[in-house]
């Protein structure tokens, strides 16, 4: 089973990303933090469709 961690903190050098990289370590864990990526807010009209939201 392969697993995913979602890192949506604000701090990236906080406990929590500390606690993720020791967790990925161990679990060989997936790490995908939310800061790399530029994602937009929903959009109705889709102007927005070419932030990183889908390649996520």
């Known amino acids: 089973m392969k697993v995913a961690v979602i890192l ?3 701090r ?5 990303r500390k ?3 020791e967790f ?4 060989e864990a ?3 933090d939310l800061a790399d990526y530029d994602i937009s807010f929903y959009d109705y009209e889709h ?4 932030d990183d939201f889908l390649p996520l």
């Open 8 to 10: 949506g903190t604000s």
């Open 12 to 16: 990236g050098d906080g406990n929590t």
């Open 19 to 21: 606690l993720v990289d």
């Open 24 to 27: 990925s370590v161990f679990s």
């Open 30 to 32: 997936k790490v995908f």
């Open 47 to 50: 102007h927005n469709k070419d």
